[in-house]
């Protein structure tokens, strides 16, 4: 069933590891939108006007009672429109944010760069996140379709901060999730977990898959402080 904009949950806090406030905003359709996976690019619109209405309105939400704001989309950071990262600006210096953290596709690591700066400029921390997914570079590429043309993760960690793993999919083990966690946790800050859950895509989750995650990986990262897992994508209380 296609999301609706209206039934999302845009505005939640999270009070355990990192404690932060969260915002899900509202973008025109994410440039690259050919994840095999995905189904996200659904809560887009190509009237700016209307997402910065939206997208106000939750900012407006925001109290710095943490210093850290996440803010999500359906995209890229890069694909908010002009008027919602200006008000995202004057946020973070009205409720006093120093952490501000965001995703971005591949395609747009060379800007990343320029945004740090910007908001350097107004004492904002900028922490980059990648949906990787895995490390398994001819699986992520051939069957997930995410574009990410480099296959180190040394040279991934060269633009981004933090990384995205999706668990839970035909194919993957044991030994391969592992693998992703341990590489992620080598070369990143911050690690994600996200378990596959099903959407309007082809691709469906593997409950055997998702048995083994939660059996034998679950209780070895549950408590690391830099490795959030989302069982569920609204476990954030977003979406």
């Known amino acids: 069933m296609e999301k609706k904009a209206k039934s999302l949950i845009r505005y939640s806090k999270v009070t355990e590891k990192e404690k932060r406030e969260l915002v899900l905003l509202k973008a025109s359709k994410c440039k690259w939108h050919k994840c095999s996976f995905c189904d996200y690019h659904l809560d887009s619109c190509e009237d700016i006007d209307e997402n910065f209405s939206i997208n106000k309105?939750?900012?407006?939400?925001?109290?710095?009672?943490?210093?850290?704001?996440?803010?999500?989309n359906s995209g890229s950071f890069f694909e908010l429109d002009f008027m919602t990262v200006n008000y995202i600006k004057e946020i973070c210096t009205k409720v006093g944010i120093t952490t501000l953290i965001c995703e971005s596709h591949w395609m747009y690591k060379d800007?990343?760069?320029?945004?740090?700066?910007?908001?350097?400029?107004?004492?904002?921390?900028?922490?980059?996140?990648?949906?990787?997914?895995?490390?398994?570079?001819?699986?992520?590429?051939?069957?997930?379709?995410?574009?990410?043309?480099?296959?180190?993760?040394?040279?991934?960690?060269?633009?981004?901060?933090?990384?995205?793993?999706?668990?839970?999919?035909?194919?993957?083990?044991?030994e391969s999730m592992l693998l992703d966690l341990e590489t992620a946790l080598k070369y990143f800050e911050h690690v994600y977990v996200n378990i596959m859950t099903p959407n309007t895509t082809r691709v469906a989750p593997s409950p055997s898959v998702i048995k083994q995650f939660k059996d034998k990986i679950y209780p070895l990262f549950a408590d690391k402080k830099n490795v959030e897992i989302l069982l569920n994508n609204t476990d954030f209380g977003i979406g």
């Open 57 to 72: 309105k939750q900012l407006d939400k925001v109290t710095g009672e943490f210093r850290i704001l996440d803010v999500a």
């Open 111 to 174: 800007k990343i760069k320029g945004l740090k700066e910007d908001f350097r400029a107004l004492g904002v921390d900028l922490k980059i996140k990648i949906g990787v997914e895995t490390f398994d570079y001819l699986f992520r590429e051939s069957y997930l379709i995410k574009g990410i043309l480099e296959s180190d993760p040394c040279a991934i960690s060269n633009y981004f901060d933090r990384v995205c793993l999706l668990f839970g999919l035909p194919r993957q083990t044991t």
